[in-house]
């Protein structure tokens, strides 16, 4: 059994999400290729990233996503 604290567990949680947060951020920088043009593939990936990334927002918030 562990005897990790709340705090503890929210603090390794946090380097977590701030991990994951600063790969997304990479492959986001990354997600044309050099050479490569934009197309309408990527524009739905990108919508589909920000509405994920609006329902995150709005959980803290505490707010329904708005349509």
């Known amino acids: ?3 990790q604290t709340a705090k ?3 603090k390794a ?3 977590q999400i701030e991990k994951r947060m600063q790969a997304i951020s990479k492959q986001l920088n990354g997600h044309i290729k050099p ?3 934009a197309h309408y593939g990527h524009l739905g990936d ?3 990233v920000e509405e994920q990334l609006q329902i995150i927002e709005a959980f803290f918030k505490n707010e329904d ?3």
Do not use: F, T
Request: overall charge negative; aromatic content about 12%.
């Open 1 to 3: 059994m562990s005897k």
């Open 35 to 37: 050479g490569e043009e």
């Open 46 to 48: 990108l919508n589909y």
């Open 13 to 15: 949680k946090m380097k």
């Open 8 to 10: 503890q567990a929210y």
């Open 65 to 67: 996503i708005d349509d």
